[in-house]
């Protein structure tokens, strides 16, 4: 069964260095999502990424992240200078198309900012 | 500010019974909804997604949908140890990029 892939599952990385999560969504999948959760808390919308530009992006997504499909199969997010609020679960998702709304969950990458 | 709220329980059944998860919104222009089960550490799993008023079953699982209320809810019938966990109700923003916008979560507690 096809799924969404994110690397690295675990990243610790310092305050003010740049990070980028990888995601690899469902092949001919067309919509594709970020999300956040910070621990105990809710899973939080960061962006949403359609025909090779951002859709729609949060509050939470400013100018210190960016998201890039560099080819056609990944789907990354950079975050340019963490902070140590940025530590959280980030989730990549996808979804096939206008009439197939159901969102599919990549595991998610762990991210530690010390 | 456009929400989902849910009950962070934790909500505790015995096994064998019907465990009840309930949900509002805010956003009167959301037109579908999902459930999510979420379980510590991991990513959300759908369980079941629902776009139109009333009830739609899908083995032990049913999903109720009242627009006109802001409601959705979700029952497990014959709950196992297995389904515990923390169940995440989202809805479509109103926009059309497809968003979700998640509830906080209730944790289920089957005992056994």
């Known amino acids: 069964e096809p799924e969404v892939t994110q690397t690295p599952s675990h990243q610790v990385t310092q305050m003010g260095q740049e990070v980028i999560l990888r995601c690899v969504p469902i092949?001919?999948?067309?919509?594709f999502y970020w999300y956040r959760q910070i621990l105990g808390q809710k899973v939080e919308f960061l962006v949403s990424?359609?025909?090779?530009?951002?859709?729609?992006k949060s509050e939470i997504f400013d100018d210190q992240f960016s998201v890039e499909r560099p080819d056609g199969s990944n789907f990354t997010l950079k975050i340019r200078s963490t902070k140590l609020e940025d530590s959280a679960m980030y989730f990549c998702?996808?979804?096939?198309?206008?009439?197939?709304?159901?969102?599919?969950f990549g595991p998610g990458t762990r991210l530690l900012v010390l | 500010q456009k929400e989902v709220e849910q009950n962070s329980g934790p909500l505790s059944v015995p096994e064998g019974a019907i465990a009840s998860l309930n949900c509002t919104y805010s956003?009167?222009?959301?037109?579908?909804f999902f459930w999510y089960r979420q379980y510590s550490g991991k990513s959300p799993e759908l369980i079941m997604s629902?776009?139109?008023?009333g009830d739609k079953e899908d083995g032990r699982f049913t999903a109720q949908l009242n627009k006109a209320s802001q409601y959705v809810s979700l029952l497990i019938r014959d709950s196992q140890p297995s389904d515990s966990a923390t169940y995440l109700c989202?809805?479509?923003?109103?926009?059309?990029?497809?968003?979700?916008?998640f509830g906080q979560g209730t944790t289920l507690q089957v005992k056994p």
């Open positions: 990424f359609y025909n090779n530009e951002i859709s729609e």
């Open positions: 998702a996808s979804r096939a198309g206008t009439n197939q709304e159901t969102q599919y």
């Open positions: 629902i776009y139109s008023n």
């Open positions: 092949s001919n999948h067309l919509y």
């Open positions: 989202a809805a479509h923003g109103s926009s059309n990029t497809g968003k979700l916008i």
């Open positions: 956003d009167r222009g959301s037109q579908s």
